[in-house]
Every structure is written in structure tokens, then in C-alpha cells.
């Protein structure tokens, strides 16, 4: 008796007891649906749960967690499955498309870049560690300006990528205009004023996480539905996020991009509402978009209006907390095109950032 009471009680020590272990949940498939309708009530209830990602007329591509399907058909019964699976089928292109010589970095790479590029410039260079994910990835930040171990009186300007991991192409756009303007800075005056007359922060990927195991979300949470909006003041965001948003408020940022993939349009607050911003802001943000979308035609205007509502955007929380000058920002028309196109893609996003940096 002795001798079985012994083995239960090393029964016990090895095996987990249920709920005294915390683990998070199972990765979920992101599925991918097409839905017609012109029902405003119906759209707004699926803005409500779900991720509106693109746009054309009455026609719209939404995300949705494999958990959530049930609900999602009964809002949209009519609803056309594209994909079961946008990670799975994505991430064979992906893989393909990392080329570390001339295309494509994976995260290891972009670190090392950013730290290479700290060494390189040091007196224009200073790196930032923004924060640690769950899964213990570094967020890390380049900041670049004339006196970059100083906080001067400058306009402060944040630029950011791969909100969601599987738009490689906004990281890989802002690691070559990082590099241009380095490149630049002692030859070209305009790129020598853009960094002498501001105070520029770059995040290439802000969900690490995602980026790494080239999944759009960070774990089951859509990074760019997860920031705290009116009306939801106390919402608690997924780490990396979190780490966003203590960033944004130990600086005094007048102006950010965060550069999502794909569209090719140029979008300010309110994505929460269809209620535009005061009508001096709401000049000022579309006077702004004109200037920024000269050179390349992309589409521009009010978040919730060119796409649709959508809420716990980073645009959203920047110009509510601190009246910053926000954009979220479609570029290019995929979310990885071919290397070879890199640089078309780049081409579009130079000068309509320079004429953001300029108009601070």
C-alpha cells in the first residue's frame, strides 16, 4: 500500500493538472471570403467581428479565424470561400521569395541589418529596442537624425512595417529607403535636410512574431484591429502592440505611416467611423494626401470611407491620443510581388514619404 501511495504521488508530480497551466492557444487558420452585399446593416456587424480587407464597390474580402466561421456565415450566408488557410497557402511563396542577396530579408536579416546600419552611421544611427513579443522576439527601431543621441526640438516622425507578418513587402520597402537615405545623406541636400531638420524613428516590423513564422497575426490576434479606439478605451492589446503604444508615448510624434500591403491607397483617420474628423483636420489630412499622392496616383481619404469601419487601427489610436497626423498606408498590389518589382514598388513609396517628412 505504501509502495502504490508512492507511485500516485509521483503520478501527480509528473503530469500537469488541468487549469493550474497556462498555455497559449493553438495557432488558428485565417480563412478568406469574397461577400457581395449592399446592406450597410450587415456590413456593419461583420466590421463589428471581423477584418474588411479590401474594397471594390459593394464587393469586399474579409478575414476570418477558423473558430468564427459558424458565426461569420450566419451574418454571411451568401459569402464565397477563397481560401480555408491564407497563411498555408502563402507561405510556399514566401519561403521563395527571401533572397538575401538582392530581394527579400527574413527577421534575422532585418536585425542584423538595422545593427549593421547603427555601426555604419553612428554619428546619423542610433538603434532602438522597442520591446520583447510572448515568444521573446526583440522589436527593434532605427532612429536617424543629425544629432541622434540628442532629443532636439525637431519634428518627430515614426514610420512602420509588417503591422501584419505577412505583408513582407512594407519591410523590405522601408529597409532600402532607410538605406538610401543613409547612403545619401553626406551627397544629396534634400536627403541631408530630411535628416537634419527632423527626428525619424523607423519600426520595419512591428509584429515579429508574425513576420518570423510568416503568419499574418500575431498568435490569433489581428495586430491592427487590437489598439484601444473611442468607446473601447481599456482594451488590453497583444504585446507587441502593447510595446507600440509605450513607444508612441514616451516621444512627441507629429506625424506617423504605417505601411500596410496591398491597394496602393493612402488612408487617414477615422477608420472606427464613418464620422469624419473636425472639418480643420479633416483639411489638413486630405491637403497632405494630395501632396503625397502626386507623384504616384494612389487613391486617398478617410480609412472607414475608402475601405470600410474598422476598429483598433494604429491611425486611429495615434490622431485620438495625441492628434498626430496618422496614416495607414497600402502599398504595392501584393503582399510579396516578385523581387524584380521591388523597386517599382519602392519607386512609389519615395517620393510620397519625402513629401510627408517635408510638410513637418
Known amino acids: 500500500m505504501k509502495k502504490f501511495k508512492s507511485l500516485i504521488l509521483l503520478f501527480l508530480c509528473l ?6 497551466v497556462a498555455h497559449e492557444p493553438p495557432i488558428a487558420k485565417i480563412s ?3 461577400l457581395e452585399s449592399n446592406n450597410p446593416e450587415q456590413m456593419e456587424a461583420i466590421a ?5 480587407v479590401s474594397r471594390n464597390e459593394n464587393q469586399f474580402e474579409i478575414y476570418v479565424l477558423e ?12 459569402a464565397i470561400p477563397v481560401s480555408m488557410d491564407i497563411d498555408g497557402d502563402a507561405q510556399q ?11 527579400y530579408r527574413d527577421f534575422a536579416t532585418v536585425n542584423n541589418t538595422l545593427m549593421e546600419l547603427a555601426q555604419r552611421y553612428p554619428h546619423i544611427v542610433k538603434l532602438e529596442t ?3 513579443t510572448n515568444s521573446g522576439l526583440v522589436q527593434y527601431g532605427l532612429k536617424i537624425s543629425d544629432n541622434v543621441q540628442i532629443d532636439e526640438e525637431e519634428p518627430e516622425l515614426l514610420f512602420t512595417a509588417a503591422t501584419h507578418g505577412d505583408e513582407i513587402i512594407t519591410t523590405e520597402v522601408l529597409l532600402r529607403f532607410i538605406e538610401e537615405i543613409l547612403a545619401g545623406y553626406d551627397q544629396n ?5 530630411l535628416v537634419n531638420n527632423h527626428e525619424l524613428y523607423f519600426v520595419p516590423v512591428v509584429n515579429p512574431d508574425g513576420f518570423n513564422s510568416r503568419r499574418r497575426y500575431a498568435g490569433n490576434v ?13 482594451k488590453i492589446p497583444v504585446k507587441c502592440i502593447a510595446n507600440m503604444i509605450e513607444f508612441f508615448h514616451q516621444r512627441q510624434f507629429v506625424g506617423s505611416i504605417d505601411f500596410h500591403a496591398f491597394g496602393e491607397m493612402v488612408m487617414y483617420p477615422w477608420a472606427y467611423t464613418k464620422t469624419s474628423p473636425p472639418p480643420q483636420d479633416e483639411a489638413i489630412f486630405s491637403d497632405l494626401s494630395r501632396r503625397m499622392t502626386a507623384a504616384n496616383a494612389y487613391t486617398y481619404g478617410q480609412i472607414s470611407k475608402v475601405i470600410y469601419v474598422a476598429q483598433g487601427s494604429s491611425a486611429d489610436f495615434y490622431y485620438w491620443k495625441f492628434r498626430t497626423l496618422a496614416y495607414g498606408i497600402e502599398i504595392a498590389r501584393s503582399k510579396a510581388p516578385r523581387v524584380d518589382q521591388i523597386p517599382s514598388v519602392l519607386n512609389d513609396v519615395r517620393e510620397m514619404t519625402y513629401q510627408f517628412i517635408e510638410y513637418f
Open 189 to 193: 541636400q534634400r536627403l541631408a535636410a
Open 222 to 234: 489581428d495586430p491592427n484591429r487590437d489598439y484601444p479606439w473611442p468607446g473601447n478605451e481599456n
Open 67 to 78: 473558430p468564427a466561421i459558424a458565426e461569420f456565415k450566419t451574418l454571411a450566408p451568401t
Open 130 to 132: 522597442i520591446g520583447t
Open 32 to 34: 478568406s471570403w469574397i
Open 48 to 52: 463589428q467581428k471581423f477584418e474588411i
Open 15 to 20: 503530469v500537469p493538472i488541468t487549469g493550474m
Open 93 to 103: 511563396k514566401l519561403f521563395s521569395l527571401f533572397d538575401f542577396s538582392n530581394g
